[in-house]
């Protein structure tokens, strides 16, 4: 069964950058797909972004282009994610999830339905990013 | 972009009774929709995929239909561990949410 652990809670300046970390086991990081949600206080939830293994690219959500990074490190089977220009509103717990299905999260992303289904699951446990001065 | 709501914001409910969620898709998704269940300071948990088909591990009081533009989650007959924050997704997109409360 796959399990994700993720780094702990965050407290970063405004203006800074934050790197939380998402370790898998039970299953080979290189062959998941893995993304990133994440969860402002009392809020829903908002893809951040995500990474296609069998494309080996990675898709960021329009709203954080060039804010975010993620990377990988196969070695430690341990993914991440990187924003910087932090700002009060990037304060929320980031979870770190993995795309499930048929549906091919670069396509679908791009507007392109092909039939099939996708599901996030399971989830890392999050991470809060507290940005305050 | 495809934009997912869902209505009620807030739905009161006895324990013992049934429970009805809707999620409407901007555009038509197929059958495409996945629901979640989120109790405080816990992440979202996976309770169907494909508008219908439950995750492992899922009660069958938990059910959902739909397809195209509109879709439903039941749950037959609330327990109170059922009392939670409850998200429709699509893709990348996520509906607002809507809280079950008792009522």
Same mark, same amino acid.
């Given at each position: *069964?796959?399990?994700?652990?993720? %780094? +702990? ?5 405004? +203006? ?9 086991? +039970? ?11 994440? *969860? %402002?206080?009392?809020?829903? &939830? ?11 690219? $990675? ?5 954080? *282009? ?14 991440y994610i990187e924003l910087s220009s932090l700002r009060?509103?990037? @304060?929320?717990?980031? #979870? ?15 507007? /392109?339905?092909?039939?099939?289904y996708n599901w996030f699951d399971p989830w890392g446990? !999050?991470?809060?990013? =507290?940005?305050?001065? | 972009?495809? /934009?997912? $709501?869902?209505?009620?914001?807030? &739905? ?18 197929? =059958? ?13 948990? &996976? ?18 239909? +739909?397809?195209?533009?509109?879709? @439903?989650?039941?749950? %037959?007959? &609330?327990? %109170?561990?059922?009392?939670?924050? #409850? #998200?429709?997704?699509? !893709? ?5 949410? $809507? ?5």
């Amino acid at each position: *069964q796959v399990q994700l652990v993720q %780094s +702990g809670a965050e407290v970063e300046k405004p +203006g800074a950058s934050v790197k939380v970390s998402c370790r898998v086991s +039970g299953y080979s990081l290189s062959k998941l797909s893995m993304h990133w949600v994440r *969860q %402002s206080p009392g809020k829903g &939830l908002e893809w951040l972004g995500g990474f296609d293994p069998e494309d080996r690219e $990675t898709i960021y959500a329009q709203k954080f *282009q060039g804010r975010v990074t993620m990377t990988e490190d196969t070695s430690t089977d341990t993914v991440y994610i990187e924003l910087s220009s932090l700002r009060s509103e990037d @304060t929320a717990v980031y #979870y770190c999830v993995i795309w499930e299905g048929s549906e091919d999260a670069i396509t679908l992303v791009r507007g /392109v339905q092909t039939g099939g289904y996708n599901w996030f699951d399971p989830w890392g446990q !999050g991470t809060l990013v =507290n940005v305050s001065s | 972009e495809i /934009v997912m $709501t869902q209505s009620p914001a807030t &739905l009161s409910v006895s324990p013992g009774e049934r429970a009805t969620l809707s999620c409407r898709a901007s555009q038509s998704v197929g =059958n495409n929709v996945a629901w979640y269940q989120q109790k405080p300071g816990q992440a979202p948990r &996976l309770l169907i995929w494909g508008a219908f088909t439950r995750a492992p591990g899922i009660p069958a009081r938990f059910s959902g239909s +739909g397809s195209g533009t509109e879709f @439903t989650l039941t749950i %037959s007959s &609330l327990q %109170s561990e059922d009392f939670a924050v #409850y #998200y429709c997704q699509w !893709g990348v997109s996520f509906g607002p949410g $809507t809280k079950v409360d008792i009522k």
